[in-house]
Protein backbone atom coordinates (compact mmCIF):
# COMPACT_ATOMS: atom_id res chain seq x y z
CA UNK A 1 0.00 0.00 0.00
CA UNK A 2 1.47 3.15 -0.98
CA UNK A 3 -0.01 6.43 0.55
CA UNK A 4 0.33 10.20 -1.03
CA UNK A 5 -0.71 12.96 1.36
CA UNK A 6 -0.87 16.35 -0.59
CA UNK A 7 -2.99 19.95 0.65
CA UNK A 8 -0.67 21.14 3.05
CA UNK A 9 0.52 24.77 3.20
CA UNK A 10 0.49 28.45 5.03
CA UNK A 11 -2.52 29.37 6.35
CA UNK A 12 -3.50 32.19 8.81
CA UNK A 13 -5.22 31.65 12.41
CA UNK A 14 -8.77 30.91 12.05
CA UNK A 15 -8.32 29.72 8.71
CA UNK A 16 -9.01 26.38 6.36
CA UNK A 17 -7.23 23.57 5.04
CA UNK A 18 -7.97 20.13 3.41
CA UNK A 19 -5.15 17.60 3.15
CA UNK A 20 -5.81 14.76 1.02
CA UNK A 21 -4.55 10.94 1.13
CA UNK A 22 -4.14 8.55 -1.76
CA UNK A 23 -4.34 5.14 -1.44
CA UNK A 24 -2.99 2.96 -4.17
CA UNK A 25 -1.74 -1.03 -4.30
CA UNK A 26 -3.35 -3.82 -2.43
CA UNK A 27 -5.72 -1.86 -0.15
CA UNK A 28 -7.57 -5.38 0.37
CA UNK A 29 -6.96 -5.87 4.30
CA UNK A 30 -7.41 -2.00 4.73
CA UNK A 31 -9.79 -1.42 7.71
CA UNK A 32 -8.73 2.11 9.05
CA UNK A 33 -7.05 5.34 7.59
CA UNK A 34 -6.10 8.09 9.53
CA UNK A 35 -4.01 11.48 9.56
CA UNK A 36 -1.26 12.35 12.22
CA UNK A 37 0.97 15.18 13.07
CA UNK A 38 4.07 15.83 14.25
CA UNK A 39 5.11 19.57 15.63
CA UNK A 40 8.96 20.46 15.83
CA UNK A 41 10.48 18.83 19.19
CA UNK A 42 6.92 16.78 20.09
CA UNK A 43 6.03 13.40 19.81
CA UNK A 44 3.76 12.92 16.88
CA UNK A 45 0.25 11.94 17.98
CA UNK A 46 -2.69 10.48 16.13
CA UNK A 47 -4.96 13.36 14.50
CA UNK A 48 -8.49 11.64 13.15
CA UNK A 49 -8.75 8.18 11.62
CA UNK A 50 -12.33 6.37 9.99
CA UNK A 51 -13.14 2.79 8.71
CA UNK A 52 -14.45 1.89 6.27
CA UNK A 53 -17.23 1.62 7.49
CA UNK A 54 -17.26 5.49 8.06
CA UNK A 55 -16.73 5.22 11.98
CA UNK A 56 -14.46 7.88 12.66
CA UNK A 57 -12.53 8.85 16.13
CA UNK A 58 -10.67 12.35 16.56
CA UNK A 59 -8.22 13.82 18.90
CA UNK A 60 -9.86 15.77 21.59
CA UNK A 61 -7.71 19.04 20.13
CA UNK A 62 -9.20 18.67 16.64
CA UNK A 63 -12.85 17.86 17.93
CA UNK A 64 -15.60 20.06 16.39
CA UNK A 65 -13.03 21.73 14.04
CA UNK A 66 -11.58 19.08 12.13
CA UNK A 67 -13.74 16.49 9.72
CA UNK A 68 -12.40 13.56 8.41
CA UNK A 69 -14.24 12.04 5.31
CA UNK A 70 -13.32 9.28 2.38
CA UNK A 71 -14.59 8.73 -1.03
CA UNK A 72 -13.91 4.66 -1.53
CA UNK A 73 -14.66 5.05 -5.12
CA UNK A 74 -10.72 7.14 -5.03
CA UNK A 75 -9.40 5.28 -2.45
CA UNK A 76 -9.21 8.76 -0.73
CA UNK A 77 -9.35 9.94 2.68
CA UNK A 78 -9.40 13.83 3.34
CA UNK A 79 -9.27 16.03 6.10
CA UNK A 80 -10.98 19.21 6.66
CA UNK A 81 -9.26 21.71 8.93
CA UNK A 82 -11.46 24.72 10.11
CA UNK A 83 -10.32 27.08 12.85
CA UNK A 84 -6.87 26.41 12.45
CA UNK A 85 -4.97 27.32 15.54
CA UNK A 86 -1.16 28.00 16.28
CA UNK A 87 -0.68 24.80 17.92
CA UNK A 88 -2.59 22.80 14.45
CA UNK A 89 1.33 23.60 12.75
CA UNK A 90 3.01 20.17 12.10
CA UNK A 91 3.75 17.83 9.36
CA UNK A 92 0.79 15.70 8.71
CA UNK A 93 0.90 12.03 8.10
CA UNK A 94 -1.98 9.89 6.40
CA UNK A 95 -1.47 5.91 7.54
CA UNK A 96 -3.34 2.66 7.09
CA UNK A 97 -4.09 0.21 9.61
CA UNK A 98 -4.48 -3.23 8.65
CA UNK A 99 -7.86 -5.16 9.28
CA UNK A 100 -6.75 -7.68 11.81
CA UNK A 101 -5.91 -4.83 14.12
CA UNK A 102 -8.30 -3.48 16.74
CA UNK A 103 -9.61 -0.34 14.89
CA UNK A 104 -7.82 3.08 15.79
CA UNK A 105 -5.42 1.17 18.21
CA UNK A 106 -1.76 2.49 18.43
CA UNK A 107 0.27 0.35 15.89
CA UNK A 108 -0.16 1.57 12.07
CA UNK A 109 0.74 -0.55 9.09
CA UNK A 110 1.58 2.06 6.36
CA UNK A 111 2.56 5.71 5.96
CA UNK A 112 2.96 8.24 3.78
CA UNK A 113 5.04 11.22 3.42
CA UNK A 114 4.35 14.51 5.35
CA UNK A 115 2.37 17.45 4.14
CA UNK A 116 3.62 20.67 6.03
CA UNK A 117 0.66 22.92 7.87
CA UNK A 118 2.18 25.88 8.58
CA UNK A 119 -0.35 28.58 10.67
CA UNK A 120 0.43 31.94 10.65
CA UNK A 121 -0.64 34.93 13.62
Known amino acids: VQLQASGGGLVQTGGSLRLSCVAS????????MGWFRQAPGKQREFVAGITNAGTTKYHNSVKGRFTISKDSAKNTIYLHMNSLQIEDAAVYYC????????????????WGQGTQVTVSS
Open 95 to 110: AAQLDWRVPFSVIYDY
Open 25 to 32: GSRLHINV
